[in-house]
């Protein structure tokens, strides 16, 4: 499987909030950060934890992709994200568009930094 093609399950992984079918695809040692930033969500655990108390706040959050391309070990999506209503009774969230870098070792990925 091409990283392309790994990129693109991994949104559908995120898009069914299918936590164990997205690391699976992802380095024991993945993170999740701001383009040349802090990271947001350290290690498979971190990951999961972040995304499972995200998707408990928005459950119909969805990212589709809109543009993406494969550059060596990176992909590049520029995703359109909504999330819909909140759970918790916070403020809406409009629809936003994200450029998210996917980058792989070995197959799977190893970061994911999002440029917003």
């Given amino acids: 499987m091409s990283n392309l093609e790994t990129a693109e399950r991994m949104i559908a992984f995120y898009n069914a909030q299918d936590l ?13 950060a701001t383009y040349r930033g802090a990271v ?3 290690g498979q655990e971190g990951i999961r934890s972040g995304l499972a108390a995200a998707f ?6 969805k990212a589709e ?13 520029r995703e359109h994200v909504t999330r819909g209503p909140s759970t918790d009774g916070s403020a809406p969230v ?4 994200v450029v998210a ?5 070995g197959g799977k990925c190893s970061r ?5």
């Fill in 112 to 116: 994911v930094e999002f440029v917003r």
């Fill in 56 to 61: 408990k706040v928005w459950p119909q959050n």
């Fill in 20 to 32: 164990d079918g997205y690391l699976s695809l992802m380095t024991d040692d993945a993170a999740e």
């Fill in 94 to 97: 409009e629809p936003f568009d």
């Fill in 40 to 42: 947001v969500r350290d």
């Fill in 65 to 77: 992709i809109r543009e993406k391309q494969e550059v060596g070990d990176y992909v590049i999506f």
């Fill in 101 to 105: 870098i996917y980058s792989f070792e």
